[in-house]
């Protein structure tokens, strides 16, 4: 199968990952103050419209900080199903559940994005988006996010490569069943589990390689 970091929603949450590790929160004071992104809840269920350039996906996204896990369940349009688990040590999971039974297991340095990942981001302004009056912050030039300014729920997520999801749903307090959780028998034979040579712990600051990336993202051959 090819490999799962290739999907382009997964690199993207693996970038999240890499680039908040790598660029924390500023906890500079500002002058005036500022609207904060709200916190995710500890717990959540969201659907998702993705666009990936031209191709279209739809996410289902439960989020469970309390318990360290988070899933995405990703459908390409006419496509194939593929479930990314992340648990808060490290291990991912991305299978499907269908009669090829597909399963590869990657470990990473860091562990599920935290409530308070937003946190440090440069507020925008205000942007009407999807129907919705949001607030808009920008991370690391790596993401823009889009939060409904009555609501405080979020809109719309954009990412430096053109990659855009609307939220179409978002249930605080959500709580997937545990059983539902559990990665399938496969996943769990003798050779399918491996640690990633792309990531690397450097001087204990997380980093992908940038050749894997753009080869990941861009298709460039290095």
């Not at 490290?90 to 499907?96: A, I």
């Not at 440069?122 to 949001?134: A, I, M, R, S």
């Not at 589990?193 to 792309?198: A, D, G, K, P, W």
Request: hydrophobic share 40%; aromatic share 16%.
């Amino acid at each position: 199968m090819a490999s799962a970091t290739k999907h382009p929603f997964i690199l993207i949450v693996f970038l999240i990952h890499s680039l908040l590790f790598v660029f924390p929160a500023d906890s500079t004071p500002t002058p005036s103050p500022s609207p904060s992104p709200s916190p995710w809840p500890l717990q959540f269920y969201s659907l998702l419209y993705m666009n990936v350039n031209g191709s279209n996906q739809i996410v289902d996204l439960w989020y469970d900080w309390p318990n360290g896990r988070n899933l995405n369940i990703i459908q390409d349009q006419l496509g194939k199903r593929l479930y990314d688990l992340e648990w808060n040590n490290g291990t991912s999971f991305f299978y499907t559940l269908d009669s090829n039974q597909e399963c590869e297991t990657k470990h990473f340095e860091v562990g599920i994005l935290r409530p308070d990942w937003l946190d440090g981001a440069h507020y925008l302004g205000q942007e009407k988006v999807d129907g919705f009056l949001c607030n808009v912050w920008e991370k690391v030039d790596f993401i823009w996010y889009y939060e409904d300014v009555v609501s405080k729920r979020p809109v719309h997520w954009r990412f430096f490569n053109g990659m855009s999801a609307h939220v179409m749903t978002f249930e605080e307090g959500a709580v997937r069943e545990d059983e539902k959780w559990q990665a399938p028998v496969y996943c769990f034979d003798k050779g399918t589990e491996y640690s990633t040579s792309e990531v690397k712990l450097v001087h204990g600051v997380l980093r992908a390689s940038i050749s894997y990336l753009l080869s990941c993202l861009f298709g460039f051959d290095f």
